[in-house]
């Protein structure tokens, strides 16, 4: 069993940057993708970006494009979620998730993931 444990949400002004944090953790941590997910009020969960946790391949949708970076670092088991020029259609919940087999493609989709984390809040007003 994995567990994931985001970090980092919160209130950020339009323009502003945050940086998100998931830490894993189980008996044996084997992933093979990594990836962010987010959910606004009303709304279904989209695909932000995803990284291939041992070759680090990046997939990004285009609402991340030049504005958020993926990252990890596999000593530490944990993924992260760079967030630059926030914008307020950026509100959200956002969730890492991980899929622990291979896959032809890199997972994109919600039900292509095994564990997810419990959610942190990115607020983007003034």
């Known amino acids: 069993q994995v567990q994931l444990v985001e970090s980092g949400g919160g209130l950020v002004q339009p323009g502003g940057s945050l940086r998100l944090s998931c830490q894993a953790s189980?008996?044996?941590?084997?992933?093979?993708?990594m990836a962010w997910f987010r959910q606004a009020p009303g709304k279904g969960r989209e695909f932000v970006m995803a990284?291939?946790?041992?070759?680090?391949?990046?997939y990004y949708a285009d609402s991340a494009k030049g504005r958020f970076a993926i990252s990890r670092d596999n000593a530490k088991n944990t993924g992260y979620l760079q967030m630059n020029n926030l914008r307020p259609e950026d509100t959200a919940v956002y969730y890492c998730?991980?899929?622990?087999?291979?896959?032809?493609?890199?997972?994109?989709?919600?039900?292509?993931?095994?564990?997810w984390g419990q959610g942190t809040q990115v607020t983007v007003s003034s």
């Open positions: 998730a991980v899929r622990g087999s291979t896959i032809a493609t890199m997972p994109i989709y919600p039900d292509e993931y095994d564990y």
């Open positions: 189980g008996r044996t941590f084997s992933a093979y993708a």
């Open positions: 990284i291939n946790w041992s070759a680090g391949d990046v």
